[in-house]
């Protein structure tokens, strides 16, 4: 009831494109979804976050969409460009205890 | 504001021996929480340590410990190293307790590898 699953493992996508990356949660308690992005040799940090009274969050071209009922997330990354590239995970969490992270998802932004 | 800072960046330890990182926290922040991250396993969370004491601990064994100092700094420490215990150590800090509803800020990490 812990797992947070996240997909693909990895994306390439051209510039100007949209990048969209799933994430599927299980326990209902979480009230809580952030999304992370990652640089080599970095730590990661926080890109967006979203609680489950709205169902969808944007900030500048990073956009949550939240469907409670499906127990999913996703980020949508518009007009894509090659900074962009980097790892970025998904988590689940709420106050009572600690962030679940997916495995991660490794965007590929090509010029 | 400067950020989480963790030292050292890199450390080569050799099986059997014992290891202790350091992070220190954002100014103003209680919480600290403690990470591991490896490529087949992805972040997996250690223990959360808020006031100098220890709130919420993840599945890992007692060889892995930790503790907060007064003015929030903290160390993890790793007994009997083993081989898969190479990976990367992420400190986070938050300014209240809670790490799974509020935003972690994350250090650059701590890469050790066992030998």
């Known amino acids: 009831q812990q797992q947070v699953k996240q997909s693909p493992q990895s994306l390439i996508v051209q510039k100007g494109g949209i990048s969209i990356i799933n994430c599927a949660y299980e326990n209902t308690a979480f009230d809580y979804f952030p999304w992370y992005q990652q640089f080599p040799g970095k730590g990661p940090a926080l890109l967006i976050a979203?609680?489950?009274?709205?169902s969808e969050k944007k900030e500048g071209r990073f956009t949550i969409s939240f469907n409670k009922s499906a127990k999913q997330f996703s980020l949508h990354i518009m007009d894509s460009q090659p900074g962009d590239s980097a790892t970025y995970f998904c988590a689940g969490g709420g106050s009572q205890g600690n962030l679940i992270f997916g495995k991660g998802t490794k965007l590929s932004v090509k010029p | 504001k400067a950020g989480v800072t963790q030292t050292p960046r890199y450390l080569i330890k050799t099986r059997g021996q014992q290891v202790t990182l350091s992070c220190s926290p954002i100014?103003?922040?209680?919480?600290v929480s403690w990470y591991q991250q490896t490529p087949g396993q992805g972040l997996q969370f250690l223990f959360e340590?808020?006031?100098?004491?220890?709130?919420n601990k993840g599945n890992f064994p007692g060889r892995f410990s930790g503790r907060q100092f007064s003015n929030s700094r903290s160390e993890m420490n790793v007994s009997t190293l083993e081989l898969g215990d190479s990976a990367l150590y992420l400190c986070?800090?938050?300014?209240?307790?809670?790490?799974?509803?509020?935003?972690?800020?994350f250090g650059n990490g701590t890469r050790l590898t066992v030998t």
């Open positions: 979203i609680r489950p009274d709205v």
């Open positions: 340590y808020f006031s100098e004491t220890q709130r």
């Open positions: 100014s103003g922040h209680r919480s």
């Open positions: 986070a800090s938050s300014p209240w307790l809670g790490g799974g509803g509020s935003p972690l800020h």
